[in-house]
């Protein structure tokens, strides 16, 4: 089946510094969506890219989707405490059955203050 | 208001108890999910509703049985459990299952377990 691999698996950086966590596929999605889920809380919705080579923005969070819709990315510039969490990505493709995503591991970051 | 609210929290059931996991959702999203979710792994397919209708059945044991009484609601019935269901239940939904709104609505979940 399809499979949706996400690295790194954890990251600890220092406030202030970089983040970013890597989505990918070997088949074309359709669509790919991202979620956080703080540490005891449950996946939170941030972002779905559907176009080949889309960038969004929210603040200090930039989600990137491939050229060949194959890859994906979200880069969170000078992370702070409050993005400590687990970061998801969910995909589909067109031979998914409608309704099921594929979710990736996850990347756990955290965030020494 | 994009809230899925999710009851109990917390449920402990023994493995010949019958409990329900309750999920409501007044976003009149036409699609709503359950997931299992263990420690540190990414949230599990179980079940999809479409216009109330069962969609998806991920090959869940017949212990679990899903219910969805009308748009709002969708429930999760549980008997004969074994230890090893023990997890986070999570409730989502979204607006529609095809199309390009696919992003999905999380409620809190319910910590189950099961002794």
Redesign the interface.
């Known amino acids: 089946g399809q499979q949706v691999m996400q690295i790194p698996q954890y990251q600890h950086v220092q406030e202030g510094e970089d983040f970013t966590t890597y989505c990918n596929s070997s088949t074309t999605l359709s669509?790919i969506?991202w979620?956080k889920q703080r540490p005891g809380?449950?996946?939170?919705?941030l972002i779905?890219l559907?176009k080949s080579g889309e960038v969004k923005k929210q603040k200090r969070l930039t989600f990137q989707f491939g050229e060949a819709k194959k890859n994906s990315s979200l880069h969170i510039t000078a992370t702070q405490t409050t993005d400590v969490g687990t970061y998801?990505c969910?995909a589909?493709t067109r031979r998914t059955?409608?309704?099921?995503?594929t979710?990736?591991?996850?990347t756990?970051l955290t965030v020494k203050p | 208001d994009t809230e899925v609210t999710q009851t109990p929290k917390h449920l402990v059931m023994g493995m010949t108890n019958k409990k329900s996991l309750k999920c409501e959702q007044h976003m009149g999203h036409r699609a709503m999910y359950w997931y299992k979710q263990k420690a540190k792994k990414p949230p599990e397919l179980m079940f999809v509703y479409s216009y109330e209708k069962l969609s998806i059945n991920e090959s869940v044991p017949s212990r679990f049985s899903p219910e969805c009484p009308n748009s709002s609601l969708l429930n999760l019935h549980l008997h004969a459990l074994q230890p090893e269901d023990s997890a986070l239940y999570l409730c989502a939904s979204s607006p529609y299952l095809t199309g390009d709104s696919y992003e999905q609505y999380f409620g809190p979940g319910t910590r189950l377990t099961v002794t």
């Open positions: 669509n969506q979620y809380g449950h996946p939170v919705f779905q559907v998801f969910a589909r059955n409608a309704g099921k995503s979710f990736g591991d996850g756990t």
